[in-house]
């Protein structure tokens, strides 16, 4: 399995960043893919989820109305729209596949937001 994750980067508080997770290697698919994010010395938290076949979706309780998370139609791709960005959006987001045999993590885009 290989995930290519991008689009972090460094924004000024009140932009706008867009990531994206390319998911390859499995002929299953992928039955949830995701967003969370990690800073030193807390605990990795979900952004965002979405289950591809029907598109439902889950919000951490930090990107509700600022975040939206989607994906492209053959269900490889996960992105996550991300609005309003303030300094607690810094932090590494990591990008997580799910199927019924494997539960798979990328490496990680950093994010780093100045005021």
């Known amino acids: 399995v290989q995930l290519q994750a991008s689009g972090g980067g460094l924004v000024q508080a009140g932009g706008s960043l867009r990531l994206s997770c390319e998911a390859s290697g499995s002929r299953l698919g992928w039955s949830e893919m995701g967003w969370y994010r990690q800073t030193p010395g807390k605990e990795r938290e979900l952004v965002a989820s979405?289950?591809?076949?029907?598109?439902?979706?889950n919000y951490g309780d930090s990107a509700k109305g600022r975040f939206a998370i989607s994906v492209d139609d053959a269900g490889d791709t996960v992105y996550l729209q991300m609005n309003s960005l303030t300094v607690e959006d810094t932090a590494v987001y990591l990008c997580n596949v799910k199927n019924v045999f494997l539960n798979f993590w990328g490496q990680g885009t950093q994010v780093t937001v100045s005021s």
């Open positions: 979405i289950i591809p076949s029907g598109g439902k979706t």
